[in-house]
């Protein structure tokens, strides 16, 4: 199968030059993680935003600084074997489907979950696990949850109780969706270096105090528990990997936390783990 059979047409992007304002409107208004940059008035790929390029880079408001320039892509005769391997070598989320330099398609794990679930009849969800599992506090403030996603690279982490039973989800498509946009005003401060002539400054003082406008991201400052996913959609980690996909292809998913028989938090299964099915042997 190639990746024109399952690629998303017609793709959702942003334009350079642009602003992060921009960029953040589309993700929020089509509930997506991430969007390719063309240039103005073309379809030729100029680099890709994601959500964690958005967060990593709060005070850079030209897409320029913010989004990733070497992007790696795929073709439309590409085999959706080599780009299952290609989510997994490099651990990114979307994948530019790229013909004649422009921009046709984009293509990310979601879609190849109808994929996996035609081919993993005999995986279980267990045989794709190969990492851990972060789980946060109720408790836990918004601003270090988002910092503890991105020390640890996880894009969504389960929330525990008081007695450690497993009571919700939040992922970082929560956090970006409640982000606020503020601007304020920075100040900053300009002197004549040691080999300028003071004169050329004619009359003004050595340092001159500039104001800027500056856009800050904001996140409400409460904890986990008033914005967290509470109905939580589980797994159990012998489930089979087609039923675990379709769960995931149903409700819009990129992961889904597992549990054992007594409903104790025993994992987290993503998107990108069930891409192994896909994998030659």
């Not at 039923?243 to 998913?253: I, P, W």
């Given at each position: 199968m190639r990746v024109k059979q399952v690629m998303t047409v017609p793709v959702i992007c942003a334009e350079v030059p642009g602003n992060r304002t921009d960029?953040?409107?589309?993700?929020?208004?089509?509930?997506?993680?991430?969007?390719?940059?063309?240039?103005?008035?073309?379809?030729?790929?100029?680099?890709?935003?994601?959500?964690?390029?958005?967060?990593?880079?709060?005070?850079?408001?030209?897409?320029?600084?913010?989004m990733t320039t070497d992007v790696v892509t795929v073709t439309p005769g590409t085999t959706v074997e080599s780009s299952a391997r290609k989510f997994l070598e490099h651990g990114f989320n979307h994948l530019p489907v790229v013909a004649d330099g422009k921009l046709v398609g984009i293509i990310t794990p979601t879609n190849l979950l109808p994929v996996i679930a035609e081919r993993g009849g005999d995986w279980a969800v267990w045989d794709c696990l190969d990492r851990g599992c972060v789980p946060l506090h109720v408790s836990t403030p918004l601003g270090?949850?988002?910092?503890?996603?991105?020390?640890?690279?996880?894009?969504?982490?389960?929330?525990?109780?008081?007695?450690?039973?497993?009571?919700?989800?939040?992922?970082?498509?929560?956090?970006?969706?409640?982000?606020d946009v503020q601007e304020g005003v920075t100040v900053s401060e300009m002197g004549a270096g040691e080999d300028e002539d003071p004169w050329s400054w004619e009359g003004l003082r050595d340092i001159m105090r500039v104001y800027h406008s500056e856009k800050k991201l904001h996140?409400?400052?409460?904890?986990?528990?008033?914005?967290?996913?509470?109905?939580?959609?589980t797994a159990f980690y012998k489930n089979p990997v087609p039923?675990?996909?379709?769960?995931?292809?149903?409700?819009?998913?990129g992961q889904i936390p597992l549990v054992d028989a007594g409903g104790k938090l025993t994992g987290m299964v993503y998107c990108h783990d069930l891409l192994k099915v896909l994998l030659p042997e």
């Open positions: 960029v953040l409107k589309l993700m929020i208004e089509h509930h997506i993680s991430g969007v390719p940059v063309v240039r103005a008035g073309t379809m030729e790929l100029a680099g890709i935003v994601s959500r964690n390029d958005i967060f990593n880079n709060t005070r850079e408001e030209q897409i320029v600084m913010v270090a949850a988002l910092r503890i996603m991105r020390l640890s690279g996880a894009r969504a982490m389960p929330v525990l109780g008081k007695r450690g039973v497993l009571c919700g989800i939040i992922t970082d498509r929560d956090l970006f969706d409640i982000t996140l409400p400052d409460v904890p986990l528990e008033e914005v967290m996913v509470r109905d939580v959609t039923d675990v996909a379709m769960v995931m292809l149903d409700n819009d998913y």
